[in-house]
């Protein structure tokens, strides 16, 4: 059996791999999708008070602090058995829908349209933000940037710093908003709308509007059946900030709903032997294997799944595309991965029209930012819709609210089944022969890159260059080759 | 000539700040900002700047932990892959700056990237070679800006 590695995953956080396994005939045996990396967060957190988890957990990644940040003040709303005062809520879903517009953003521009913009199988050196640039022009490049920017200053505002925040306190919000930074959000809302308006167009002239394109988008290549998980309101709509997470199945029934601690009775984790990465199934279901299909255990969250899960969104623009969406795909849950990319860009102007509703409402500049703490509890749980979807921070404290335990699943460890499934598929699909060249390689790769894998928060340590290293095997099993970047 | 001093790094990873501390250290007499990640924030950081300084810890495993690099964009600019999903590796962040943004962007950038010892496990300190360099670093961009040591 021939060993093929494709490493390191260009733009992706953190270190992982995919080992791609032919057989003596030169196609697909099997396909893994490996991390190397250790969890780390989850004990230096022990020790710490509640209040300070939040300002911690907010580096875990650079990228992804504003959605850590949220979801452990919840957790510690929680293990003082505290509401936030309705100002502070505001305030929070504010910042964390400002924080799904500037991480889409960059998500889409950087990561999902330069595989269509250049076309799938260009060259990495022109597919990439950079030769996306060069083909959609510098004007739309630097609106993009400047606009994303305002996302950014309004986080800076609220957060009181651009990059980890810190203003966040168990049942509140440490810092008000002035009536003059109502205003100025108000105006910066308007940049994220148009910036939302803008990346839906480029959406429909790029992909949807290229026959090519949407072949692949609605093949069978980038498929994965699974369940789906993602939070709801009272009327289905998709939430961010809060909510009840609703489990459907491949054919889109119901499977269960939970809140909190619940998340216990549906997700069970299952330790693989070739990854440090645990990987998440539904426990009413029972392991199935790494395997999609309508009996699967497996799971998927994020934009496509909170789409599948959800009636519709609860702003105009998001809705109107929403409906633009089920018009092209139907009812029916859809299991065509590279849609989260089209999920992707609703949540953006979802996101934007949300922090425009937020900043209208005179009452956001309350000073009743914070409410009176209650004895703590031992235990606290904040579950939100990250951007890459489900964050759950579990913590268990002692009476003085000290951490003695933490659990943190993130979206990249719910995704991983349906992750390892779209490669293994992608790599069948695509390679044969044992004819492997750069542009079907990045063909595989896309095969993940819907997910939006951030390796550094799901294995718990920080993003940046990591150690490769690449072992070939050839059809014996032997280790013909090894080439390594440190 | 108006600078900004951009610290790059992670507060709790060690040595991974090391960037940050340089920052920390010119508060107050020059401006500065603090970054976690090296992508369109250091874009968002360097706007409107005539000349830059950015700190950031690397592991080259060539050279003793401490030893501090001055090094230009151009020297970052020969890979531009991209490291991360949102996260453009600083050569690849320039390289967009100056496409995008050429007349708002600093005309005279200077990296000063130090050899860390430990940026994996956790702790707020560097490890003693690189705590050293933080102050050499600080001084020395004191020294390049004219602002008396």
Known sequence: MKRIEINPMTRLEGHGKISIFLDDTGNVENAFFQTVELRGYERFLRGMPIEEVPRTVSTICGVCRGVHYTASVKAADSVYNVEPTPTARKIRELFLNAHYVEDHCAILYALGFPDFVAGPTASPAVRNLIGLIEIVGVETGRTVLKKRRSAVRILEMLGGRPIHPVAALPGGWSKRVTGEERQEILALSQDLVELGQMTLQVFDDVVLKNKGYMELVLGDIYKVVCNYAGTVDDRNRVQYYDGTQRIINAKGEEIGRFQGKGYLDFIAERVLPWSYLKMPYLKKIGWQGVEDGEASSLYCVGPLARFNVGSGYDTPLAQEAYEKMREALGKAPVHNILVYHWARAVELINAAEKVRQLAMDESITSDDIRAPLGEAVGEGVGIIEAVRGILIHHYKTDRRGIVEEANLIVATTHNKGPINVAVRRAAQSLIKDGKVDEGILNMVEMAYRPYDICLACATHTLPGRQPVQIDIYDSQGRNCQTLKNF | ?149
């Open chain 2, 1 to 149: 000539m108006r600078t900004i001093v951009v610290g790059i790094g992670n507060p709790v990873l060690m040595d991974d700040c090391f960037g940050i501390k340089v920052a920390e250290q010119l508060n107050g007499i020059m401006e500065t900002r603090v970054l976690s990640t090296t992508g369109f924030d250091v874009i968002d950081a360097l706007l409107g700047y005539e000349r830059a300084y950015i700190i950031d810890g690397v592991n080259t495993g060539g050279v003793k932990p401490g030893t501090i690099m001055e090094l230009a964009p151009e020297d970052l600019m020969a890979d531009l892959e991209f490291s991360g999903t949102h996260n453009l590796h600083l050569g690849a962040a320039l390289h967009l700056g100056y496409r995008l943004f050429k007349g708002e962007m600093p005309r005279e950038i200077k990296i000063f990237a130090v050899e860390v010892q430990d940026a994996v496990n956790f702790g707020m300190q560097c490890t003693p070679a690189v705590e050293a360099a933080i102050t050499v670093v600080a001084d020395r961009i004191k020294d390049l800006s004219g602002v008396s040591v």
